[in-house]
């Protein structure tokens, strides 16, 4: 039981933090203030409306029998009560009209009715509330005669609930707003640190970031941004270290090229060249892995023209695109060709023909990448993502063949927080499929 109405709570309430807070600050007062409304509205005003109506009539009836009883001295009667109640009495042989003038919704039709409904009984009476605005008039049958009442209307029904339903509505609206004003600026920061944590993870630099907010908060903020600087520190002395290597190693790889090309022994020379060379691009290749990160600032892009420009720079007829919607991306756009042109190039590379497919889902980019090749085997799909991992038996997929192609592709596309997956395509190779998010 506990565990459905938890589900249903999840379901209904909100999930963002600033409309959660909302509704702890804003329902209570709005609550409590039905509560007072319904309780006043309930307990006294309409008691007090229906003791104040109920003296009316009774004085109205009063007024009824006195005339009955004694009609000449009606002028009297009439003038006291002009100069001490503010009653206009009038007496004339006129029928009650016809057509009522209640209003069905009104409380003070309502009250008024029931009333003189009891005391001078059905249809010997006829009221109207609204002609006048500050008198109501109302009509009784006395014998052969109708008199006329023109009574203030506060003696019917207190002005007062009016000014309480302003004095407590007015105020709550005034607090919500500055309950609205004052989370918006607790949950800012919560929001600039949220944004600035998805920035990093998709490899960006997060120069401009300024801890803010409550004193939680700004520790959790300060803490980011020193873990941000210790990791950008981190890759680049990586980064600056592999360079230095990478200068160390070519120097005494050039000297043995040279030295072997002075030897007789020409068949061993070419073996000892080629060993050579392979160590030149795994080297090369892993400083393209190491440097997937760096160097390279994210800007908006359009996907479409990008692999436009792929398209043209391969200039090959096996090699199809279908792009079916305009796409802006935010991303890092040398890492990302390099990416689909690394794919693009293995299925060129072991395949006939490449079929490329662009498309879009509500917050996502799918891009498809399909070739008629000898694939990869379903067991290994999770291996070829491994740094120098290298498949001996179908296809290795890098142009280099030293086992960084996938590991470099897949480095690229989780920084930019997507997600790439391999199947079998269509036409029976590999089909190679890149989620990123817009």
């Not at 309780?39 to 309409?46: N, P």
């Not at 002395?237 to 007789?264: C, F, V």
């Not at 440097?291 to 090959?316: A, C, G, M, S």
């Amino acid at each position: 039981m506990f565990s459905g109405l938890n589900r249903l709570l999840k379901i209904i309430l909100p999930k963002r933090l600033f409309y959660r807070a909302l509704i702890i600050v804003a329902a209570p007062s709005i609550i409590l203030q039905l509560i007072i409304t319904i309780v006043f509205f309930d307990s006294i005003w309409i008691k007090a409306n229906k003791n104040t109506t109920r003296s009316l009539v009774t004085q109205l009836k009063t007024i009824q029998d006195v005339y009955e009883n004694d009609k000449k001295n009606l002028d009297f009667l009439t003038d006291s009560y002009k100069n001490n109640f503010n009653f206009e009495i009038g007496i004339n042989k006129e029928d009650l009209p016809e057509n009522s003038g209640e209003r069905k919704f009104s409380p003070m039709d309502r009250s008024l009715r029931r009333e003189l409904k009891s005391t001078f009984g059905n249809k010997n009476y006829w009221f109207n509330t609204s002609k006048f605005k500050n008198a109501v008039q109302i009509k009784v049958k006395s014998e052969s005669e109708v008199i006329e009442f023109l009574v203030p209307k506060e003696l019917v029904s207190t002005s007062s609930v009016r000014l309480f339903v302003l004095w407590t509505t007015l105020p709550s609206i005034v607090l919500i707003i500055i309950a609205l004003i004052f989370l918006k600026n607790q949950t800012r920061p919560l929001v600039k640190l949220a944004k600035a944590a998805e920035k990093f993870g998709k490899g960006d630099y997060v120069n401009d970031f300024r801890p803010s907010g409550a004193q939680e908060i700004r520790k959790a903020a300060y803490e980011f941004d020193r873990m941000a600087k210790r990791i950008n520190r981190h890759l680049n002395q990586r980064s600056e270290m592999l360079s230095g290597i990478s200068h160390d190693l070519r120097t005494p790889l050039t000297r043995l090229k040279l030295q072997l090309a002075m030897l007789n022994q020409k068949e061993l020379s070419e073996k000892m060249s080629k060993d050579i060379d392979e160590m030149e691009k795994m080297l090369d290749d892993y400083l393209q892995f190491a440097k997937t990160q760096l160097q390279e600032k994210t800007v908006e892009i359009n996907l479409n023209k990008l692999f436009d420009e792929i398209k043209n720079n391969f200039n090959n007829t096996k090699l199809s695109f279908e792009n079916k919607k305009e796409i802006n991306l935010k991303c890092r756009p040398l890492a990302l060709k390099r990416t689909f042109e690394n794919v693009i190039q293995n299925g060129l590379t072991y395949g006939e023909n490449v079929y490329v497919n662009l498309d879009k889902s509500v917050n996502r980019v799918l891009i498809l990448v399909e070739d008629d090749g000898p694939g990869i085997p379903e067991d290994q799909y999770k291996n070829v993502f491994k740094p120098f991992y290298r498949l001996d038996k179908s296809r290795s997929l890098n142009k280099s063949g030293v086992g960084l192609g996938l590991a470099i592709v897949e480095d690229v596309i989780n920084s930019h927080g997507g997600n790439i997956q391999l199947g079998k395509s269509k036409y029976n190779g590999l089909q190679v499929k890149i989620s990123l998010p817009f």
